[in-house]
């Protein structure tokens, strides 16, 4: 049995660009995968999803495209894929429930710190949750077409333990749909290093007035900002047992010069006048270094002036 059929039906929350992306990838593997669309659901019943992969200069059909626009339709599931916006989690309870039983697992695949335990608690920690974090760059240009800008990578990890056979799964099954996916071998590890390029720059493209990620980096303000920014996680990382090296951060800088005029998926939603994830991506990570005692003066002040001016 091959493991996107190891994996059994799978339902996808949060048909972005995440969401539809690595719902699509496992879809044309072979994965029962059951979307679950909102606004766009007549969009992709007339037309489709496509996949627009720029590595390979591919236009990709997501088919099969079981397509659903109510929980209730879908029914319980042996693992729900989370990509809906952290914003969302207040909603979850009563969007799952139809999907959810007690051999249910969880997969999350959403930006920030706090995920993996708000799932614990509305659906209990008797079950496998699986943080997913993706290292990568994808943004979803229509209502039915995904662009996956740079590849890169999925980690996965659980809270304060190795991961699980059955959230390898999981992973196995990603792999086998052709992602790059790996073992974190500290889920808490893993978050601190994605927030140290979420951070800043989906944060300072928002506050410097909407810019792209090309004009942060020519910016010898904000170049520093970000800098400053990602030495403050550093440092809040190191009470929680995660040493992040110097070169990483500088791996940061190099990793965004040939993402060129890339919008974040933040700045994408302000601009598009959505809800912001200001508390899971800034919020947690600055209530968790200042409780820990670490001074953030530089993310302080940039939460504070996403509060002021995101919804």
């Not at 939460?303 to 002021?308: D, F, K």
């Amino acid at each position: 049995m091959s493991a996107c059929s190891k994996a059994g039906k799978v339902a996808l929350v949060g048909v972005g660009a995440v969401g539809g992306f690595y719902g699509g990838m496992l879809a044309r593997a072979g994965a029962d995968v059951r979307f679950l669309f909102r606004s766009t659901y007549e969009d992709v019943v007339r037309d489709g999803l496509t996949l627009a992969l720029h590595a390979s200069n591919e236009s990709l059909p997501v088919e099969p495209l079981q397509a659903y626009r109510d929980s209730s339709d879908i029914g319980i599931c042996d693992w729900v894929i989370v990509a809906a916006k952290a914003t969302a989690n207040s909603r979850l309870g009563e969007m799952f429930a139809p999907l959810v039983d007690e051999n249910t697992s969880l997969l999350t695949l959403q930006n920030g710190m706090g995920n993996v335990e708000r799932l614990a608690e509305l659906f209990g920690d008797n079950r496998t949750i699986v943080g997913g974090l993706c290292f990568t760059c994808i943004n979803r240009t229509s209502s039915t077409v995904v662009e996956s800008i740079f590849p890169g990578y999925v980690q996965f990890g659980q809270v304060g333990q190795s991961l699980s056979s059955k959230g390898r799964e999981i992973m196995d099954a990603f792999a086998e749909a052709g992602v790059d996916a790996r073992e974190a071998v500290s889920l808490d590890e893993a978050l601190w290093k994605k927030l140290c390029w979420n951070i800043p720059f989906n944060g300072l493209s928002v506050v410097a007035g909407g810019i792209t990620t090309d004009r942060i980096l020519a910016d010898p303000e904000l170049g520093g900002r970000a800098r400053s920014l990602m030495e403050e996680l550093q440092a809040a990382a190191t009470p929680h047992g995660v040493e992040i090296e110097d070169s990483f951060l500088d791996l940061q800088f190099t990793l965004t010069e040939p993402m060129d005029a890339y919008k974040p998926s933040s700045l994408i939603d302000f601009l598009a006048g959505l809800e912001v994830e200001v508390d899971a991506i800034w919020g947690e990570p600055l209530r968790r270094g200042e409780t820990a005692g670490v001074p953030m003066p530089e993310l302080h002040k940039l939460h504070g002036e996403l509060l002021s001016i995101c919804k």
